[in-house]
Nanobody
């Protein structure tokens, strides 16, 4: 069973930065991509960024392009999401999800993953 653990959330002022981490084993065997998704109170879950094994290709939601960077440290079996210039609307619970590849449709990042963990809370104060 694939299991990834998110960490690194916190409270930050608008304009600040946070780095989230997503740790777990199975990259390259069980899954070949990891996506970050977030859910704000009262809203649906939305895709934020994704990185896949092939050439380390990345995808970003338009709302975070130029501010967020997804990366991977294969030695540590960890995927990071560096979030800079944070805005209040970036707040929510952030989850990572394993997949066979990054899935995108019409600019929206998608996932078929359903076994969501607890995620990590990000709060951005104005």
């Amino acid at each position: 069973q694939m299991q990834l653990v998110e960490d690194g959330g916190g409270v930050v002022q608008a304009g600040g930065s946070l780095r989230l981490s997503c740790a777990g084993s199975g990259w390259g065997s069980t899954f070949h991509a990891v996506g970050w998704f977030r859910q704000a109170p009262g809203k649906g879950r939305e895709g934020v960024a994704c990185i896949q094994e092939t050439f380390g290709a990345t995808r970003y939601a338009d709302s975070v392009k130029g501010r967020f960077t997804i990366s991977r440290d294969s030695a540590k079996n960890t995927v990071y999401l560096q979030m800079d210039h944070l805005k209040p609307e970036d707040g929510g619970v952030y989850y990572c999800a394993p997949d066979l590849a990054c899935r995108e449709l019409g600019g929206t990042l998608l996932t078929s993953f359903s076994s969501w963990g607890q995620g990590t809370q990000v709060t951005v104060s104005s």
